[in-house]
């Protein structure tokens, strides 16, 4: 996907809503509902556009990171070996 597309609220893409509802929350704390532009507001809203989804090889999210989450970060790389070695 290379176009600008809604990752919550009405307009959400399809895709992010089926991620988020499959994938744990990943931060208690939320911008507050002033600074948010758009609804409804969800409890497993992505909060910054730097949330990572780690997608098995069968197309099943398996896990949520937070923003602040390097992709490169060694818990991900954990978790690409686990599903790699085929344990689900």
């Known amino acids: 996907?290379?176009?600008?597309?809604?990752?919550?609220?009405?307009?959400?893409?399809?895709?992010?809503?089926?991620?988020?509802?499959?994938?744990?929350?990943?931060?208690?704390?939320?911008?507050?509902?002033?600074?948010?532009?758009?609804?409804?507001?969800?409890?497993?809203?992505?909060?910054w556009n730097f949330h990572k989804f780690l997608v098995d090889q069968d197309g099943r999210p398996r896990r949520r990171y937070h923003h602040n989450t390097p992709p490169d970060s060694a818990v991900i790389r954990k978790d690409i070996e686990f599903l790699r070695r085929g344990r689900n």
């Open 1 to 47: 996907m290379f176009e600008k597309l809604d990752v919550n609220g009405e307009h959400a893409h399809p895709m992010f809503t089926f991620l988020k509802d499959h994938c744990n929350v990943v931060t208690s704390q939320f911008a507050s509902r002033e600074r948010l532009f758009y609804d409804p507001i969800k409890p497993n809203d992505i909060e």
